[in-house]
Every structure is written in C-alpha cells, then in structure tokens.
C-alpha cells in the first residue's frame, strides 16, 4: 500500500517551534519590563533622596555664600577705619590744606571721602548680618516639613497623556531625617583638612548643623502587559527602589581674592578683588604714591598707599636660620610661626552637596507602607 498526501506532516513541527519562540519572547520581554521597572523606581527613589538633602545643603551654601560677603565688608570697615586713624593722627602722606586730591594729597578730601566709604560699608555690613539672622532662623522643624514637601510634589497627579510632573507611578515612603553618626563635618585649619574622618561631631553641635541622612523607598504595584495572555494570569509585581542620601561638605579651597585671577575678567587679568581707593571720590590711585601693582601690597616698599583697601595674598616668610657649613651653631627658629610680610585677605571655605548613601532602615516590607494600596498608571 502505497502512501499519498505527505505535504503537511511538518506542520505540527512548525505549531509547535512558533508558540514556543513565542513563550521565549513573552518571557524574555516579561523579564525585560520587569528590570526596566525596577531601574525607574531606583531612579524615582534616587531623585527624591537627592531633592530633599538639597533643603539642607542650599541652606549652608547660602550661609556661607553670607558669612563670605559680610567678611568681605568686615575688612572694609577695619581697613577704612585704619586710614581715618592715620589722618587723624598726621601719617599716611597726605597733606594738609592741597587743592585737589591727587596732587599733592589732601588730607581733609581723603578724609570725607572715607568718612563716606565707611558710612555705605556699615549700612551694607548691618543688612548682611540681618540677612544672615533671617537665615538662621530655618530651624531643623522647617527643613523637615520643607522635606516633605518635595517628596509629595514626586507624588502628582496622572492625567490620561502621563505624568504632570516627577514619576506619579511610585508612592514614597520617606524616614524622618537624622543626624548622621560616626562621621564628622569638614575641619579646616592652617595645616590641612580633615573630611569624614570617621569621628562623630561634638555634642554640643546645634541640631542645625549636624548633616542629616534621609533615606527613601519608592514602591509600585506592577501589572503585567500580558497578564491574561493565554490565561496564564500573571500576578502583579511590585516594583522598589530604596535610596539614602546625606549631606557633606563637597569642597573645600583656600580663596585669597586679591591674589587670584578672575578668568571672566577683561582680558582674564583682573584679581577676583581689586584693590580700593577708598580715600579717593573717584576711586582712583593717588599719583603721588607711586602706585605699583607688583608691590602694592608689601608696606615696606614704594608705591604703598596706606589707605587703600588692600586684597592681598600674604607671602609667608619662617625665620629659620641653617648654620653655615663646618660651623659648631646649632639651626635657630626665630618665633615659631614665623611672621608676615604684608597685607592679606584669605579664607578657608567649603560648599555643600548631596551624597549618596546606603539604606539603613533595615529591611522593606511590600505589604507595608506605600506599596499596599499602590496602583501603576497604565502607560502605553
């Protein structure tokens, strides 16, 4: 008996190649939506963690961007202050009874025209200590709720073309934030810095300057796209990202304004700070002091003008004495420290950022929390 009609026979081969490249496919995508998920709620959680350590570390960068401006005007107000003196007391090379204030130097022009500068120097100095009152009158209490603002505005509302703002999929469960142990602030002095170097802050440290850590759990109930296919009845997953974040001291420089050059200057070859003439109505260097950019701030030398505002970055000079060779002397130290040589303005400062930080609340609980209730919005 002969066999007919073999076309065909390949085709339950085919059946069954086809739904099983296509399970492959289903599950790999299924896969793929599920990381795909997972990495948008590390991203979610990341970027509230980072939001609300921001309340935090604007708050001391505009402390210390106030406490660097009113230092700026302290020093004004010191050095002015100097020159008056100087007049009042016949030194400083001005002259009495001049016709003008250049040539030769008037001592009654120099002194109402610093009487003026110093006038406008304390009202400025007097509205940045009252800035800086205002600022720290942001008690830790105000940060926090402040906090928990930023957190709910990640939580808008969806509309029916997607999220108005933030990720509105992900509800937010954010611990109260608290001082962080074990690891101190930046200390600065004139031998070094020590960032982070593992010893707890003192105890007698204002709850407002003690760097807090936050740690955030972003959470959603997922539904899958293929949930009914085939009846399979995929159970939903829920999707968690979980972030800390602390605030540090990012940077820390050594700024002398007087001595640095300012790139954004014409012709980038201006100091950050250019010396002043206070004594002068229209700020401008007295031409019978001789006035020399390369030694202007050294007292010693020609073209010093003593009642100038002088930004200066100060040459330190060790009284260290070697013995001449084969002699039986022993090396002197002429004063510990050594000493100065001129005028100086410098500062030690430090801005502050958000760092990342491990979790370490202990472990999370779906069935706790934000992630009960939770549903995704049905993107496409």
Known sequence: MRMHAQRGQTL????FGIITTLMLSLMVFNYANNVRWQIRAQNA???????????QTQH???????????????YRIRRTMAAMLYILQGSGGCTTGAT????PFDCGIAYASLRTNYVAQVARYTQLVNQMQAISQYTPAQQQIDMAAIAQ???TTCTSTGPTGGDCVFKFAVTSPTARPGLSGA????????NGDGYALPANIAPDFQPLQIEVTACAQVTSPFASFFKMQAAPFYAIGRAGATSAMVTQEWFAPGGLVNPNSPGGTQFFQQPEFVESPTNTANATVGYNPATFCTATSTGY??????WCTNNYTSSFTTPSPGSTGSPTLGGFFGHTVNDEYSVWTGWWGVLPLAPYSGTFTPSAGNCASNVAWNSP
């Open 12 to 15: 339950p081969v085919w059946t």
């Open 153 to 155: 505005s990640f939580e």
């Open 100 to 103: 003008s204030a250049s040539q």
């Open 45 to 55: 959680s990341d970027a509230v963690a980072q939001g609300i350590m921001s309340v």
């Open 187 to 194: 200390i600065v002095d004139s031998s070094g810095e020590l």
């Open 60 to 74: 001391y960068n505009e402390m210390m961007a106030t406490l660097h401006a009113a230092a700026i005007e302290e």
């Open 305 to 310: 003008d003593w009642y100038a505002v002088h």
